[in-house]
């Protein structure tokens, strides 16, 4: 699908807020009447729940845990500076380069010119509600000086916990379906977390000192998506509470964790995707509409929370608030 193409097949409104011809929905795994064929295209197609994002992070907690971690767990017994700090380097690095990317090619050399671009504008230069004055520097600001150390901390914490003998694990040897099932359970259960984690953000005193940081960016872009309180992003990261209680392995700590610190710069493009020729599938309308209209939409098209909890919009017609 080229780019142009989908440009083609949305509408903009006469504010010149741009949406899909579709009709916002959800993955096919919940949802009724069950459609085997989708259901099947969903999970092993291109774009879908497998393959190729989610297999890019499978391969990066790997790559992390034996390659840059060293492999073993005795190594993290006590708290040092030099693997601390290499973890704050690292996360620090994939941060830049999975935010940066999106946000040089899409808003800075603008491959997709404003193609299928929900909100009319581009980020805000010259207004008070943002630290510098500038959209872009305090998105990048928020996500660099409080993600990065929070989401470096839960890792530290986990290991340090984890090579003192405190927490349940287990190896691939030990335990082969329920090691393979973690990499389909993790996403599922960062969504349910998600959803959850976000709603309590959503209660007023909550959202007023805490969330309304996240909202400041009603038009965001991909480094809106860290763009958090920093008791946001400890909450958001408490996802990671999972490999503390359930037996699991270094390498499915750092696929929920980088998986849950480095997604949201794919769900804020504030675009709708494939990118780049129609060849990268990227973009959340899903999310978009939670920016948007703010009261709803509070998790994810793969588990239909929303629509169990009547907080679903999909993007038809006059926005009604959802919920509380
Ligand atoms: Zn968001
Ligand atoms: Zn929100």
Redesign the pocket.
Known sequence: MATKEVHDRGHIDDKGHWRPERAQGFAPLFTLPFRPIALLKWLFGWGGYIWPIRVIYVVLAYVTWYLLQGGVLETYKSLEFGWIALIVLRNLILLVTVFGFYHVTIYMLKVEKSYGKYHPDWQIKDSKRFLFHDQVKDNMFRSIVSGVPIWSAWEVLYLWLAANGRLPLTTYSQSPVWFVSLFFIIPLWREVHFYFIHRLLHWKPLLKAVHSV??K?PN?GPW??M?MHPIEHIGYLSVVLLAFILPVHPVHLFFISQLTALR?AH??TGFEGPFFKGKWPAGDYF?YL??KHVSCNYGESTVPLDRWFGTFFDGEGTFRRKGK
């Open positions: 996240h909202h960016n965001c809106s998506g763009a949201p769900g804020h999310h939670h920016h």
